[in-house]
Nanobody, 124 residues
């Protein structure tokens, strides 16, 4: 069982930056591939970034590549999402997700555990 708690969301102007954190419970954090997804009102949950268990490989969709960076600290049981050059279309609730073993994926149903989400609002 893994519990995930996101933090760091808020209101920021377009062009600004935010850093999201996701703290995980348990002693097996390093066995989980981790990811961030987001969901805007009326839209499906969208893949934002993923990182493998050791932190050596990362994955991004075209919409955020070059602006967002995912990282993890296995000693602190925490995964981060650094978001730069934010745009109004980045506004959404951001969720942290954990996938036991295996390669990180871009499909929500591949993930075993989810956080409660943190709101990110980017004003124009």
């Amino acid at each position: 069982q893994v519990q995930l708690v996101e933090s760091g969301g808020g209101l920021v102007q377009a062009g600004g930056s935010l850093r999201l954190s996701c703290a995980a419970s348990g002693r097996t954090f390093s066995t989980y591939g981790m990811a961030w997804f987001r969901q805007a009102p009326g839209k499906e949950r969208e893949f934002v970034a993923a990182i493998n268990r050791s932190g050596t490989s990362t994955y991004y969709p075209r919409s955020v590549k070059g602006r967002f960076t995912i990282s993890r600290d296995n000693a602190k049981n925490t995964v981060y999402l650094q978001m730069n050059s934010l745009k109004p279309e980045d506004t959404a609730v951001y969720y942290c997700a954990a996938k036991y073993n295996g390669r990180p994926a871009a499909i929500p149903k591949e993930y075993d555990y989810w956080g409660q989400g943190t709101q990110v609002t980017v004003s124009s």
